[in-house]
């Protein structure tokens, strides 16, 4: 619709031209010129209208921000493992734990003679890392005491990665089949870290 406004004009200028003797040339470039110019005025208009209604500009939605996830801590337990007549053969830690190393008198499942006297001993390690003092003990836990003492004390410091044999004095019940009795370490308060049993059958 606006180029025609802009020739209808241009082609009356060029006859009025043609009449006035005006050479074809002339003629050519004063339509040009004239093109050119109503070209020009057709933008700035086009632009001041533009100016005049800006668009709409759209709004960024601002981004979800992500919240650190929790990071759960993992707290060491002091304790023990499982391992042989000793339930303390894994890897604890803590300032007292103990390591089962190895049954040394009396294995599981040994047949003793009812009435029996024997001696129980078993080779444990100070996995902890703090050392172990004469004022622990092997203290009665649960199961079958067999006569054997409550508290037994240790009869010498155990060094940090040090090993050593705890012995305690039992008899074996006069009553026919399996019997097992279960004892443990504890330090100079009474609170036990490392657990121990016997285990013997009665025929």
């Not at 606006?2 to 470039?29: T, Y």
């Not at 700035?44 to 709409?56: D, F, I, R």
């Not at 009553?175 to 097992?180: L, Y």
Request: proline share 6%; with cysteine.
């Amino acid at each position: 619709m606006m180029k025609r406004h802009i020739l209808l004009p241009l082609l009356v200028l060029s006859l009025a031209l043609a009449a006035c003797g005006i050479s074809e040339a002339d003629i050519q470039l004063t339509v040009v010129a004239a093109e050119t110019n109503a070209v020009s005025t057709a933008y700035v208009q086009l632009t001041e209208y533009a100016l005049a209604n800006p668009s709409a500009t759209p709004t960024m939605l601002p981004t979800a921000t992500l919240m650190p996830t929790a990071t759960l801590q993992l707290t060491p337990t002091v304790g023990t493992g499982t391992g042989g007549t000793g339930t303390g053969g894994g890897v604890p830690s803590g300032c007292e734990a103990m390591a089962f190393v190895s049954d040394v008198t009396v294995p599981d499942g040994e047949n003793v003679t009812a009435g029996t006297a024997f001696t129980k001993t078993w080779s444990v390690r100070n996995s902890g890392t703090c050392e172990w003092t004469t004022n622990f003990q092997l203290i009665f836990s649960s199961g079958e005491q067999m006569g054997g003492p409550s508290t037994n004390v240790l009869v010498a410091a155990v060094p940090v990665g040090g090993t050593t044999n705890i012995s305690v004095e039992l008899v074996a019940p006069a009553t026919a089949g399996e019997h097992v009795g279960h004892w443990a370490i504890a330090n100079a308060a009474g609170t036990a870290f490392g657990y121990l049993y016997v285990e013997i059958n009665v025929p």
